[in-house]
């Protein structure tokens, strides 16, 4: 096995695509370690992209927010701009792991994992968020919805890293909220979740909305028709019902140790409706 | 395998070693350096019983490789008494009896450290919380935040 720090993101995307055996990329690591001493995966190659310039940043531009891919997630949780524009998206990616975790651990990380329970990724679904891809035939930015395809799978190529996660800029009055249900107070996986994206108007109806569900399916759902249930009114009852019901027939989940089918369904449409809640109070909807 | 040369700071001191690509920061610590403060509990990052901070972010060193150590500013439990004064929070472990079979405790001790640092005046519920990381089976954790709520206080005073 070799460890390699590349400086340039040309550089890393070079030796991904022309290594011979299995590389991975490593930036956090928190999954990465884990399941090299679990023997599920032993790589060849091992790309450290913590020292690529802008790697660790988190630019504010005229178009929104660039995340970089080695950005901890406890950084994200510091930054007073992101929180104060994407909450939702920060308080998914806080509640990942332990304070330890935290330091290390990063959203693309999370989002390339391909877990359907990962917590930041319906809120980054929710979010409308890009992942700019970067490969040896250039760069591309697609929609995070797109990169996972399966549970442990993405649709990246050969040689792709994903060097930053995009949020654009905020329309007034909207905001993100993201919950999870687990069994205990934290430190945990979620058994379903939700992330729920919105703006609404003066008057304070909901012209734009996205809604995720997390841990229902093999990859995380975003649903077309809970954001249906919202745009075009206010948060009343019967677009609250309208969303619990949508989301818990769009889950696809499966029975096992952690919760039940029937459960699922019932705690996504429940999740749903109560970020949905949260994130039209924080945007200012009433 | 080809080793992996490292120079990093651990407790202030310059430090210079060899590694294996795939070896973890806690294996270099304790079978490559010394120093056995930091354990392995689970070895997944689940139990922090291996916690040291790098670069002022608490980090699990089971989870790190010790290649990444390059450059970095590394804290374990060895670098928290100067000579034979203990850290506030290690005399006040021993005080409150907050450590049964200790392997816990070198990890509770650095996570509590950096609890500290980042908010020297924390409830006891941010003590839970900021501790969640770090798992002990024989205390009940009741000990061991009353002993981090009273080296708050006589830290504070320092």
């Not at chain 1, 406890?74 to 930054?79: D, F, P, R």
Request: aromatic letters at 2%; charged letters at 25%.
């Amino acid at each position: 096995m070799r460890y390699i720090r590349p400086l340039s993101i040309e550089d890393a995307v070079g030796q991904l695509a022309g290594s011979a055996g299995p590389a991975a990329i490593l930036a956090g690591g928190s999954d990465l370690l884990v399941r090299m001493k679990g023997g599920f995966v032993e790589p060849e190659l091992i790309i450290d992209i913590k020292s690529i310039a802008g790697l660790r940043d988190i630019r504010e531009t005229a178009d929104g927010f660039s995340i970089g891919a080695a950005v901890p997630c406890a950084v994200l949780g510091e930054n007073a701009a992101l929180k104060k524009a994407w909450p939702g998206v920060v308080e998914a990616a806080k509640l990942i792991g332990s304070k330890q975790v935290q330091g290390r651990c990063t959203i693309v990380g999370n989002l390339c994992n391909a877990s359907p329970a990962a917590d930041s990724v319906p809120a980054l679904v929710a979010a409308g968020a890009r992942a700019v891809v970067v490969g040896p035939s250039g760069k591309r930015t697609i929609a995070v919805e797109t990169v996972p395809t399966a549970p442990g799978r993405t649709s990246l190529a050969k040689g792709e890293i994903i060097e930053a996660i995009l949020l654009d800029k905020r329309a007034p009055r909207s905001a993100d909220a993201y919950l999870r249900f687990i069994p205990r107070t934290e430190m945990d996986i979620a058994v379903v979740s939700a992330g729920v994206n919105l703006t609404v108007d003066a008057a304070g109806i909901v012209t734009a909305a996205r809604v995720a569900i997390g841990a229902a399916a093999p990859t995380v759902l975003l649903v077309e028709e809970g954001a249906q249930a919202l745009i075009g009114r206010k948060l009343d009852e019967a677009a609250l019902e309208r969303l619990a019901k949508v989301c818990a027939g769009a889950c696809r989940p499966i029975d096992d140790k952690r919760g039940t089918i029937e459960f699922r369904r019932k705690v996504a449409g429940v999740l749903a409706r109560r970020a949905a809640q949260t994130a039209y109070a924080r945007a200012g909807g009433k | 395998m080809a080793g992996v040369a490292v120079s990093t700071t651990i407790n202030g001191d310059s430090v210079e070693y060899l590694c294996q690509p795939d070896e973890t920061l806690l294996d270099v610590l304790r079978d490559r350096l010394g120093l056995t403060g930091a354990k392995e509990g689970c070895g997944t990052g689940d139990c922090g019983a291996c916690s040291v901070i790098v670069d002022d972010r608490l980090v699990c060193s089971c989870l790190m490789l010790g290649a990444e150590a390059e450059g970095r500013r590394i804290e374990t439990v060895e670098g928290m008494a100067h000579g034979d004064t203990l850290h506030p929070l290690q005399q006040k472990f021993l005080e409150h009896a907050a450590l049964q079979c200790g392997i816990c405790t070198p990890g509770f001790l650095i996570a509590a450290k950096d609890l500290l640092a980042k908010n020297p005046d924390p409830t006891e519920e941010e003590i839970r919380f900021g501790l969640a990381g770090n798992l002990c089976r024989c205390t009940g954790y009741d000990k061991i935040v009353r002993a981090v709520q009273d080296a708050a206080i006589v830290m504070k005073q320092a």
